[in-house]
């Protein structure tokens, strides 16, 4: 059964940080790697999406990077800004059709 | 991307009622999905939606609490039923063209019975 992780749940940075949301999973057998942001009360937002042949993926701000082999992902977001704050999810896509959701990790950018 | 719209975005309901969830598309989409998220936990897949048949539900859910239908590529809803305080959660549609294809989510439903 697939089962995915981040560590920390909750990270606070002071504004203008480089930082890396760290996401694992146990089962490398996967299509493809989503990470979603929450705002409070909100739905999800796709972020990025990286498909298992890739090893990156780059919007703006925003890179996301996978190993399979590992079994590990991560977000790196430069210059964090106080609109950043929200809950950052990584879900992957398995050879069970489904995707399988990380936690999250709660990201609070200080002015 | 699709956009997506879900209703209502939430409601306080009593215990042993049900409640109607609706999610609706701007475009045709092949695949949606509904999710629970309790308070404080990752996002869990109920069912998948299948157009003109019964859904596909996962383990732990059941279609006489959770009926869904689909009876379009733009539209599903998802009943709560019987509801109890065990059901206060964070209920969401999300939709995807291919297998893997992103998927998108609506805003949710915050649902509280009390």
């Known amino acids: 059964k697939q089962e995915v992780t981040q560590i920390p749940a909750a990270l606070s940075v002071p504004e203008g940080e480089n930082l890396v949301l760290n996401c694992s999973f146990t089962?490398?057998?996967?299509?493809?790697l989503q990470w979603f942001r929450q705002d409070p009360g909100k739905g999800l937002t796709s972020l990025l999406l990286i498909q298992s042949s890739q090893r990156e993926q780059t919007s703006g701000r925003l890179n996301a990077s996978l190993d399979k082999s590992s079994g590990r992902s991560t977000l790196y977001i430069a210059a964090s800004q106080p609109g950043d704050s929200a809950t950052y999810l990584c879900?992957?896509?398995?050879?069970?059709?489904?995707?399988?959701f990380g936690k999250g990790i709660t990201l609070s950018v200080r002015p | 991307s699709a956009v997506i719209s879900q209703k209502p975005s939430r409601d306080i309901c009593q215990r042993g009622t049900s409640l109607t969830i609706q999610c609706q598309v701007d475009?045709?989409?092949?695949?949606m999905f509904w999710y629970r998220q309790q308070p404080g936990q990752s996002l869990t897949l109920i069912a998948t939606?299948?157009?003109?048949?019964?859904?596909?539900?996962e383990s732990g859910f059941v279609i006489d609490k959770f009926p869904i239908s689909r009876p379009n590529l733009t539209f599903s809803t998802l009943t709560v039923s019987n509801m109890s305080p065990e059901d206060s959660s964070i209920y969401l549609c999300s939709v995807a063209d291919r297998v893997n294809q992103p998927q998108h989510f609506g805003d949710g439903t915050r649902l509280s019975i009390l």
């Open positions: 939606a299948n157009q003109g048949s019964e859904a596909t539900y």
């Open positions: 089962d490398s057998a996967i299509y493809n």
């Open positions: 475009s045709q989409v092949t695949m």
């Open positions: 879900a992957v896509f398995g050879a069970n059709s489904k995707l399988t």
